[in-house]
């Protein structure tokens, strides 16, 4: 039997990042960050607005190519893969849902529900069928043959997770996206992503800044400038010494 690579990552985590580097017009959005995800398991990215959460799920995800550092999912490498290959594994295997449910204002609510499926080639009545048994579990089922337009912003971001979790996907990333709700609507929101994801062990990426949201997950990761923040500071250089100013910590 051959050995794995010492650069291979680990088998049991569905979801793999080492060293990723990724800069905004020269401006640095994440330094040196590493992070691991087991299927099944509910991970929240906490910390300020502008630490680099979204541009870390933008990697995860496939929807940002790293400028250094690897992504890994299900030990298949994310980070080498063509811009094809990695629309195809969004649509197929993940889920996002953001702050702004972004709909089509043309498509009916169902169509909007069902659109990954849709895309995918599923036939019309099964991706129909999908959407509105997600839908329904939302409390929003007798919407689906409206336009969104007629939707209120809550009701919106509803049909949103309904669309992230119509594919039943292994990961689903979500980007604060109980920023706009109120307390009752974020309740619902996280209670029916929460039940779906231990139901079908699908992984979840939670960021937000939000304590009340951070605190469904089963572990958290806190960002600060683009780093992971909070290990070993007594191990650490102090912080008014220049290598202080460039260390990272980290923190679970």
Not at 227 to 234: K, S
């Amino acid at each position: 039997m051959v050995a794995p690579p010492d650069n291979a990552p680990p088998d049991n985590d569905v979801l793999w990042a080492r060293s990723l580097q990724y800069s905004h017009d020269r401006s640095p959005a994440l330094v040196g960050v590493s992070v691991g995800v087991r299927q099944g398991e509910i991970l929240a990215l906490t910390g300020p607005r502008g630490c680099g959460k979204t541009t870390l799920l933008r990697c995860l995800s496939g929807q940002l190519r790293p400028q250094e550092g690897e992504v890994w999912f299900n030990s298949v490498p994310v980070h080498t893969m063509g811009a094809l290959a990695r629309e195809r594994l969004r649509r197929d295997r993940f889920g996002w849902i953001g702050p702004e449910p972004q709909l089509l204002p043309e498509l009916k609510v169902w169509e909007n529900a069902a659109l990954p499926l849709l895309l995918a080639g599923a036939p019309h009545r099964a991706a129909k069928n999908a959407a509105c048994e997600w839908l329904d579990r939302l409390d929003i089922g007798g919407f689906a043959r409206k336009r969104p337009g007629a939707l209120t912003r809550a009701e919106s971001q509803r049909v949103a997770l309904a669309r992230a979790l119509v594919n039943e996907p292994a990961v689903i990333f979500a980007d604060d996206p109980t920023a706009p709700l109120h307390r009752a609507e974020r309740a619902l929101l996280l209670r029916t992503l929460t039940t779906a994801a231990r139901s079908h062990e699908i992984t979840v990426l939670l960021a937000t800044h939000d304590e009340a949201t951070a605190a469904v997950a089963d572990r958290r990761l806190a960002l600060l400038d683009g780093r992971l923040a909070g290990t070993a500071a007594a191990a650490s250089p102090l912080p008014d010494t220049p290598e202080g100013q460039a260390a990272c910590s980290l923190s679970a």
